[in-house]
């Protein structure tokens, strides 16, 4: 490690701080940073603000916290584990599979006459979208056990979502004008809709899935050479297939499934935080990765509170330029 | 040591080799030469376990090598494959480093041995000087040693090398050789490697093993030439 990365990973945080306390700061009411601090620390300040910043604008800005540090490194797993740098968290299937969850609820289930019901209600859009999700990953997973090339397990995923998608839009052409607008919203992404206790099931489907990619440190690096001499370095390539599903359907199946699908955090983010730091070891760039996912993903919400704007639109303004910037500038990428 | 016993080798159409059987020894360099589509490569992949679709054995010492888990096979052998590997950022120093992979622990982190072995194969290789360099801006020749160098530091006592000469210039091609001969005399490894070189093979190998379908000949570099099999295979008067 080189002398430079703790100056670059304190800056990072620094920034992190920044953002955060602007991002309490900024909305459609703007409230002074110093009524911000007061109405978290309990000092004096009008109920009706400490409100605004306690239960609504601190839950989005930790949810943008984890969502884009789950999204980057999740985005970061796929490339490595695709050697492609086009892979994001969602090649696999799981905003398809989060969103065939949800347009089943929304969608189908009025299709069906069970608009009303309670049981449908409290499983929530959220519950449908991770149950998506995951069904998506393990039917992928449980493909690609029978797949030695990586190539046909990423054309697998690929063709797996568009075939979903296109049931999705048979779905969306049958469904009434009210069901479709909320089905449309909800592909716009969301960081506002998070309830505290689903922020508490966020940090933790969060945490263990960094835990998770915290573990597969060293098999990633070893896959940057390939997966053959991967293999012949020691590294067993099914468990860590299976660690590196876990741990990408958790970060981002779950923020899809509380957020919607938020693109282009994934794959951008990654990029930026190799170029930042100017590493190929994961060792750098999962942390590197996941201080700047929290970053990005803090702006574009500051952009989209400010213009009034859907999240999705704002990281795929800010994401594309970015993808563009790298690649014109290497010519080549990782 | 590899032995062979009674190989079969090839694809669900085309047998590549039948019913081999021979051994490849420590302490001496081995060419494999044969024609193109002759499957060097294949039974390179298949001694290196990635390849299990075989029938017969392959021994490593006592062990068949299919009943050998991932970690323990990486300790007993490694590959230079002729699969380019070019990643930004990556430095030699780093792409060597991965090369302890089998000794380090959950998160790879180097020991004072550990970076004393990635040097010296480094310097081994002639390397030393690039070992800040990053993947993206060197020649495929240059690319080529940084993975041999990767292959020392595993410390194995078999090295496994396709086609290893292949994007060398010519005076590079015979130092490889002479480096490669250097490690198998010195270091008592056990080397293999694929080309197309056959007078490489003639003057700088220990032994010669020549695919010539269905059958593999391994002899002495000596008895090989004058066994007149290589001008046979090749269609050389």
Not at chain 1, 6 to 24: E, G, S, W
Not at chain 1, 99 to 118: E, K
Not at chain 1, 125 to 137: D, H, K, P
Not at chain 2, 76 to 105: F, H, S
Request: glycine residues 8%; aromatic residues 6%.
């Amino acid at each position: 490690m080189k002398l430079t990365h703790p100056i670059r990973f304190t800056a990072l945080a620094l920034l992190i701080v920044v953002l955060f306390a602007l991002d309490l700061a900024v909305g459609s009411v703007s409230i002074p940073l110093r009524e911000v601090w007061a109405s978290l620390t309990g000092g004096e300040v009008a109920a009706s603000t400490a409100k605004i910043v306690r239960s609504i604008r601190l839950v989005k800005a930790v949810v943008a916290l984890l969502a884009g540090a789950a999204l980057a490194v999740s985005g970061l797993q796929m490339q490595t584990l695709f050697r492609n740098p086009l892979a994001g968290p969602y090649v696999l299937g799981i905003s398809s599979g989060a969103s065939f969850g949800v347009a089943l609820l929304l969608l189908g289930a009025p299709l069906l006459g069970l608009g009303g019901s309670s049981l449908i209600a409290s499983f929530g859009m959220a519950g449908a979208a991770w149950v998506g999700a995951a069904v998506i990953l393990t039917m992928v997973a449980i493909l690609s056990r029978r797949i030695k090339d990586i190539m046909v397990i990423l054309i697998l995923g690929m063709m797996c979502s568009s075939g979903i998608d296109a049931v999705v839009q048979i779905l969306q052409y049958l469904s009434s004008e009210g069901a479709l607008k909320s089905f449309v919203i909800w592909t716009m992404g969301s960081l506002g809709d998070v309830t505290t206790p689903q922020l508490a099931l966020l940090a933790v489907a969060v945490v263990i899935g960094l835990v998770l990619a915290v573990a597969v440190i060293k098999p990633l690096n070893l896959l940057l050479l390939g997966e053959q001499y991967a293999r012949t370095m020691g590294l067993n390539i099914r468990r860590t297939r299976r660690m590196v599903f876990l741990s990408t359907t958790l970060l981002a199946g779950t923020v899809t499934a509380f957020c919607g699908p938020v693109g282009f955090i994934g794959l951008a983010v990654p990029h930026l935080a190799r170029m930042l730091f100017r590493e190929a070891d994961h060792r750098i760039l999962i942390p590197a990765s996941a201080l700047t996912g929290s970053a990005v993903l803090l702006v574009c919400d500051l952009i989209s509170k400010l213009f009034t704007l859907p999240i999705n639109t704002v990281t795929a303004l800010m994401g594309i330029p970015i993808v563009v910037w790298v690649v014109w500038r290497h010519k080549t990428i990782a | 040591m590899i032995r062979l016993e009674n190989l079969t080798l090839g694809y669900a159409d085309r047998t590549l080799l039948k019913q081999v059987s021979t051994s490849f020894e420590v302490g001496r360099l081995t060419a494999l030469i044969g024609r193109n589509g002759s499957g060097k490569s294949t039974l390179l992949r298949a001694l290196a376990g990635l390849n299990t679709e075989y029938k017969g054995q392959i021994m490593l010492g006592e062990e068949e090598i299919r009943q050998l888990d991932a970690h323990t096979l990486s300790t007993r052998l490694a590959l230079v494959t002729t699969e380019r590997v070019r990643i930004a950022n990556l430095r030699c120093r780093d792409v060597v480093a991965l090369g302890r992979a089998p000794y380090t622990n959950w998160i790879g982190r180097m020991q004072e041995e550990d970076r004393q072995l990635v040097e010296h194969a480094l310097e081994v290789v002639g390397m030393s000087a690039f070992s800040d360099r990053t993947m993206d801006r060197m020649s495929d020749g240059e690319c080529q040693r940084v993975m041999i160098a990767r292959a020392l530091a595993q410390q194995t006592p078999i090295i496994l090398l396709d086609e290893p000469t292949s994007f060398l210039d010519l005076p590079n091609r015979y130092e490889l050789c002479r480096l490669l001969s250097q490690l198998a005399h010195e270091e008592q490894k056990c080397i293999l490697f694929s080309t197309h070189e056959l007078d490489i093979a003639r003057t700088m190998c220990d032994s010669i093993a020549l695919v010539d379908n269905p059958h593999l000949h391994h002899l002495p570099t000596e008895e090989m030439v004058q066994s007149g099999l290589i001008e046979r295979t090749f269609g050389l008067k």
